[in-house]
């Protein structure tokens, strides 16, 4: 069995600077990191390439740079590779696997991984987690499975995984769904497989799409200016159920009114958009007012998900459609 390793940099490939003492991300390359990893709980019939790809800090990753890793993996199918480990910064991580997971549409199972502590440190998860994505990437329990994320002993689904924790080992977690299964010395075991999965061909390329987050006395002319940078779609990060400030409702008509795809989210980190309550700026209102509701997707991932639609062409009237199916 062929599997890819895919170094993209980030803090699982960083090394220390000398004169600073700071980390330097992405300063390793795969081969130094795959050198370093325990491999003897792999089938003896697994042989890993490593191609690094990217060496930069999660920060300064793009979709076009993960358009570039799509290209990649699907290359090394053409070469018989059956599974493939993205070594990645934490930071965007989530990101990064849940456009991948729009766009893989191969049975052959995506891990990415990376690292709370640099590989330099004496407690670092560098290595284990990429031993643990191989493992999880070379199961045949993970076919079919789609894109996943394993950190820390755990596999996540890439829909629903965040990070929620900003240096803490156990960084990564799913409150809405749960992990998917675990690695436990050496043995992917899954409890339970997701129902749903979806990926598209973009046709045309990602649109511009912004998140408005909610807050007292936050300023509604921020949609005038996106309206004036050639948006197409906005996500409001809402409160609670989704609701949004009053002030903000008329502007989001003008928005609405241009054909610019208006998708409401929760700031929580559980629960769904709801049209629960009546009044201005609630849910009830912004759906009638032509709004989409992004039930229990994160507003970052319901941004992805809606750039995704708009570049494959999907029609206005039908992203509603494809935000129930989840």
């Not at 899954?190 to 807050?215: A, D, G, M």
């Not at 002319?221 to 409160?239: A, P, R, T, W």
């Not at 159920?241 to 609405?256: D, I, S």
């Not at 309550?277 to 991932?301: C, E, Q, T």
Request: charged share 25%; proline share 3%; net charge negative.
């Amino acid at each position: 069995m062929k599997i890819a390793l895919l170094s993209t940099g980030g803090t699982i490939a960083s090394k220390v600077d000398p004169e600073t003492g700071k980390f330097m991300s992405g300063a390793q390359t795969g081969e130094e990191l795959l050198s370093k990893c325990r491999l003897d709980k792999l089938d003896k019939d697994v042989e890993i390439i490593v191609k690094s790809v990217f060496q930069i800090p999660s920060n300064a990753m793009t979709f076009n740079y993960n358009k570039i890793l799509f290209d990649t993996m699907k290359e090394l199918v053409k070469e018989g590779y059956e599974g493939f480990v993205i070594t990645h910064g934490t930071d965007t991580m989530e990101e990064s696997s849940f456009f991948m997971s729009l766009l893989w549409d191969e049975d052959f199972p995506v891990v990415f991984t990376g690292s709370q502590f640099s590989p330099t440190e004496s407690n670092t998860d560098a290595f284990h987690n990429i031993s643990n994505a191989l493992l999880v990437a070379s199961s045949k329990e993970s076919k079919g499975m789609g894109v996943l994320v394993a950190f820390n002993d755990r596999i996540f689904a890439a829909q629903y995984v965040t990070k929620m924790h900003a240096s803490n080992i156990n960084g990564f977690a799913a409150p809405r769904s749960g992990l998917l299964g675990v690695v436990d010395f050496g043995r992917v075991h899954y409890f339970h497989k997701p129902l749903h999965r979806e990926y598209y061909q973009l046709t045309s390329e990602l649109p511009k799409v912004e998140i408005i987050k909610q807050y007292i006395d936050m300023d509604e002319n921020i949609v005038d200016h996106y309206l004036s940078q050639g948006v197409k779609g906005l996500v409001i990060e809402g409160y609670g159920r989704g609701h949004t400030n009053p002030r903000l409702v008329e502007k989001l008509q003008e928005a609405l009114d241009k054909g610019i795809a208006v998708v409401i989210t929760t700031t929580c980190i559980d629960g769904e958009v709801e049209p629960a309550y009546k009044f201005k700026g609630s849910v009830d209102d912004l759906l009638s007012r032509g709004a989409i509701n992004g039930r229990d997707y994160m507003p970052k991932k319901a941004r992805i998900k809606l750039m995704v639609l708009l570049a494959k062409g999907i029609q206005k009237d039908q992203l509603q459609s494809k935000f129930n199916a989840y």
